[in-house]
């Protein structure tokens, strides 16, 4: 079969409002599905078929993460307005991470892993704990407040300036800085916002150069301190290139989607009273809270992959360079592995075991971090809280509409001091 036999869904049809519902009914009716759009970037064939997902992941030979929709957005040759900034900055995508594959994916990953070890991420509890603090006391008498704003986007803003040895007083430009490189990413974003964020980008490049001639001046046990002076065997250093587009990646993760990873947990214990109260009288069920919270609303829900070789999934034939994207939501909802898939349920044995963070080689490297954020709030939040409640009726709680990503828009909160 050709995927041009595939029933076919517009993309941006598709991506309008969340498609969480649409996803789980496509499973069942159409689990192999051909996007189409006028714009050729959005062409894709769409894969929401937990098998077959895994298949795609476990063959990056086949399907690789490179030279694909999403990662083109970065290139100097995106529009001739990106070309021009990027030149005048001398600046051009480095591939790292998410956006690479083979010994160079292997050898970047290994340098970075170090730096995002448990035992790293535990030192900076302490002073994460205190950004919890100052943040829960501006608000700590309780009443009606948007958690999205008051807290869910501050801290993760907080954490990554610091971890980028930025300044205090830099916090808002990153949140700036976060916001044009996440909606860039978005393939239902415009071109004029791909060329926004590229201005953005270089200016991040600009201030990160400068921490990166003074490295001294960096405090102990910071990432971009950890990813400078990172070293393994029989292989280089990571290049300024790659610290730079690193930085650039961890950013918009440490950003945006640990914000909707805060906001989507506060957001379950506020539907969900019982819970709630279960939480506070053992905390030691908070780290399961954790992992329940991020297999039903992971912030990213989409991987993109480009074909390598003509290739077939179930009859359909795949073209060497053409797209397809998979959907990790639709792995976390699978009934077979999670039973009552979209019941949030603390003593699951397979607890740990969903795909939010990927799966393979390109395992969120940033996870436990991640979880650390997470855990911290919740603790802080049940212990000075006696009550989260929702504001006004949660069916009228905006999600910010898009495809590659699931974030609340705002969170309205009545909190009651303990």
């Not at 969340?18 to 959005?42: G, M, V």
């Not at 044009?180 to 060329?195: G, K, Q």
């Not at 003509?310 to 359909?316: A, P, Y």
Request: proline letters at 7%; one cysteine or more.
């Amino acid at each position: 079969m050709n995927v041009t036999d595939l029933p076919a869904r517009d993309y941006d049809e598709l991506t309008t409002g969340c498609p969480f519902s649409t996803l789980r009914r496509l499973r069942d009716e159409a689990p192999l599905l051909r996007l189409t759009s006028a714009d050729p970037n959005k062409n894709l064939v769409l894969f929401t078929d937990p098998a077959d997902i895994l298949a795609i992941i476990n063959d990056p030979e086949t399907f690789s993460s490179t030279d694909h929709a999403q990662s083109r957005r970065f290139d100097s040759d995106f529009t001739p307005k990106t070309a021009c900034v990027y030149a005048g900055h001398q600046t051009n995508l480095k591939p790292v991470l998410v956006w690479s594959d083979g010994v160079d994916h292997q050898r970047v990953r290994r340098l970075v892993h170090t730096a995002f070890s448990v035992p790293r991420v535990n030192a900076k509890s302490p002073y994460i704990q205190e950004f919890v603090d100052e943040l829960i006391n501006d608000f700590q008498s309780g009443g009606t407040l948007d958690f999205v704003e008051r807290y869910a986007f501050l801290l993760p803003s907080r954490v990554i300036t610091r971890e980028l040895g930025l300044q205090p007083a830099d916090v808002p430009l990153v949140q700036d800085i976060t916001n044009a490189i996440s909606a860039a990413m978005d393939l239902a974003s415009p071109p004029e916002v791909v060329e926004a964020a590229a201005d953005v980008v270089v200016r991040l490049h600009d201030m990160l150069r400068h921490r990166l001639d003074n490295i001294d001046a960096l405090p102990e046990n910071c990432l971009l301190r950890d990813l400078v002076t990172a070293r393994i065997e029989d292989a280089p250093a990571l290049s300024r290139d790659e610290l730079l587009w690193l930085s650039t990646l961890l950013l918009a993760a440490g950003g945006h989607t640990s914000a909707a990873m805060i906001g989507w947990s506060v957001y379950l214990l506020a539907e969900q009273p019982d819970i709630q109260a279960r939480l506070r009288a053992d905390p030691s069920l908070i780290p399961a809270f954790v992992e329940e919270a991020l297999r039903l609303h992971g912030p990213v829900p989409t991987t993109y992959r480009t074909v390598t070789r003509d290739t077939r999934i179930r009859d359909v034939e795949l073209k060497k360079g053409s797209w397809v994207i998979v959907r990790w939501d639709s792995v976390n909802l699978d009934e077979r592995k999670f039973p009552e898939p979209e019941t949030l349920d603390l003593d699951r044995p397979n607890i740990r075991q969903h795909s939010t963070f990927g799966l393979g080689k390109h395992f969120c490297i940033g996870n436990q971090l991640a979880r650390r954020e997470m855990t911290l709030t919740l603790e802080s939040l049940l212990r000075r809280f006696s009550d989260i409640r929702f504001a006004k009726d949660q069916a009228s709680i905006a999600v910010i509409p898009s495809f590659d990503g699931h974030m609340l828009a705002e969170l309205p909160l009545t909190l009651v001091p303990a």
